[in-house]
């Protein structure tokens, strides 16, 4: 079995005895080996304030009368230290001592009153039970300080526990390669948009859109290019258009796009004409002794909703067939969907699209 190793024990509750006479020390230190506890003793006031500084007490047992700093003035102190203004002192009186005595040293943090000479059996019953009391409070405090580090675990775990969460729900919504939505995610955000422009009675623009040339970067310069090539007409579109559109990518070299808040079909070309010229610019590659750059062209394929389609598969189909006939003209331009588009309905645009590249 493995060795599981104990808690460290609590260290022995202490307690200062402070006291000008030897004698008096003596007799309070034989009472208090009776306990299980750890006795420091003081001679003067300076001494008592030099112990409490490097040790924490249970309990304080303090001559009231001493030479130099008296008792007094020695809790007075200690009660105004936020370290040490908790620690119970008994002060210890050669005689009665009158009420306005007992209440100035109530105020100033004593907690009881014994006389001398001492009662053995008093003293240690005393002792007894504020030392119970700091065990009690020993143990409480101990409680919190673990219940506030599992708390903290259990924050720790939950931040993680969301973190992974998060990565999770990226990896099913988003490419792995390009880091834009993903089909799965387009296809929410097109009903999102469906939905409010019927509210709204407002229209938006769904494009296909795919790259001209992009099967020779990968034929002459390999997969690598390629996926740099991808990276960066996936970083020109989301630099390119606005945070109420989006941007997707289907996979290979395909790539969708929600233009939202469009006034009229002419805007929205001017709009795709402009992307358009900012993805077909070089694309930067490093090589051995300097860079080189390529380009790859673009054909955006455009459908509006409610006019070109009342629901996704309807307004997806027209918009794929309108890059079809982009790639049938000779590629590299925007086109509106229109009714001559769909007359070739037998052979799947995406397999038509494969031929042309």
Known sequence: MPIVDSPPEQPRPRILVVDDLYANRLAMRRVLATLDVDVVEADSGNGALAACIETEFALILLDVQMPGMDGMEVAELLHGEESTQHTPIIFVTAGATDDMDRLKGYDV????????????????????????????RRALKKALAELDERNSQLEREIEERR???DRAQQLATHDALTGLPNRLLFLDRLATSMQRARRNGGMFALGYMDLDGFKPVNDEFGHGVGDITLQTIADRLSENTRQTDTVARFGGDEFALILEDIDNQDACIAICEALQAQLSGPISLPCAGGSGDIRVGVSIGLAFYPAHGKNADRLMHNADRALYSVKLSGKGSVHVFSAADDEDTHVHGAQIRARMR
């Open 163 to 165: 973190r992974a969460e």
């Open 109 to 136: 943090g004593a907690v009881d009153y014994i006389t001398k000479p001492l009662n053995p059996s008093l003293l240690s019953a005393k002792v007894r039970n504020f030392i119970e009391l700091y065990e009690s």
